[in-house]
Nanobody
């Protein structure tokens, strides 16, 4: 059984940066595509960014392109999301998930979600 634990969320002013981490335990996810999703109050959960297991292919939602980057350290079973130039509309609970179908930007039915970390961007 895989467990995913996110960290790094917090309160930041618009224009600031945060780096989220997602640590996997229970089973290595070195060969799984992984991703980040977010859910703002009153809105559906949406895809933010995904990365293939090699770390060579990345996909981003249009709303975060050029501002967010995704990376991973397979040796440490950890996924990252670097968020720069944050905007108030980035405020949401951010979740990591795996395994991911990167082409469809969707988590597989057998996939696992973390508990989420709150990101709040003040104007």
């Amino acid at each position: 059984q895989v467990q995913l634990v996110e960290s790094g969320g917090g309160l930041v002013q618009a224009g600031g940066s945060l780096r989220l981490s997602c640590a996997a335990s229970g089973r290595a996810l070195s060969f799984a595509d992984m991703g980040w999703f977010r859910q703002a109050p009153g809105k559906e959960r949406e895809f933010v960014a995904g990365i293939d297991w090699r770390g060579s292919s990345r996909v981003f939602a249009e709303s975060v392109k050029g501002r967010f980057t995704i990376s991973r350290e397979n040796a440490k079973n950890t996924l990252f999301l670097q968020m720069n130039s944050l905007k108030p509309e980035d405020t949401a609970v951010y979740y990591c998930a795996a395994p991911l179908d990167l082409s469809r930007q969707a988590v597989l039915p057998s996939g696992t979600w973390g508990q989420g970390t709150q990101v709040t961007v003040s104007s």
